[in-house]
């Protein structure tokens, strides 16, 4: 059993085949209202300031309208807002996560018996 | 409007960091299953020989029994098969996929028709 964790297993849903935004995107536009910036946020995640501009790139092309608004500002130096229609989104997105999860809770309890207790990874892909 | 588009969840099942099992290597699984080896599996997939042994390698560890046996053949050479208890798995984490699709299916639709029409990524991180 995985209950000596602190990892207890989670459940991450993703949404579509071209992801147009995904638990990454979605935790990436909450540093960005959190902190103020793109910079900021890819510090806050760990990653460079160049693949978080990509990602917020490929979310606002993703939508009808952008997710995210930076200023201008020399490399990495603008600050960066989430628009109503970022936060609308991500709300969305969120609620569909929560229900989602909660719709396989049984069976992620069933799931969580057949992981070996002692696994880590760091080969993080799907 | 995205209908055209695979929009439906997929799931991540994460022990930590690491993915236990999610829609790459549950696919690379259904890909062993049909071409009967880990190379017919990785060129059917577009991906290296040494990738998709790698998350074979990762899967087998995640869970309490392997989902697949590969016998030594050489480089590349050798068949793999799927496991009872792979076969197992991947049934319960599909189930899960299409019920926790089924649970947010009306949202889905409202999701979808904010999603650009023309979007398509070569980017698809999440």
Redesign the interface.
Known sequence: M?DS?N?N????????????I????ADLVDAIHRTGSISGAAREMGMSYRRAW??VE?MN????DPLIEASTGGRGGGGARVTDHGHA?LK??R??ES??????EP??K??AA???PD???D????
Chains 1, 2 share one sequence.
């Open positions: 995985a964790k990892s297993p989670r459940l991450r849903v993703l949404m579509g085949s071209a992801i147009a995904g638990p990454g995107k990509l990602l490929a092309r993703s939508f009808i989104i969305r997105y609620d569909m229900k989602a999860a909660a719709s396989v069976e992620m069933e799931f057949l992981l070996a696994f880590t990874s080969f993080p892909d799907d």
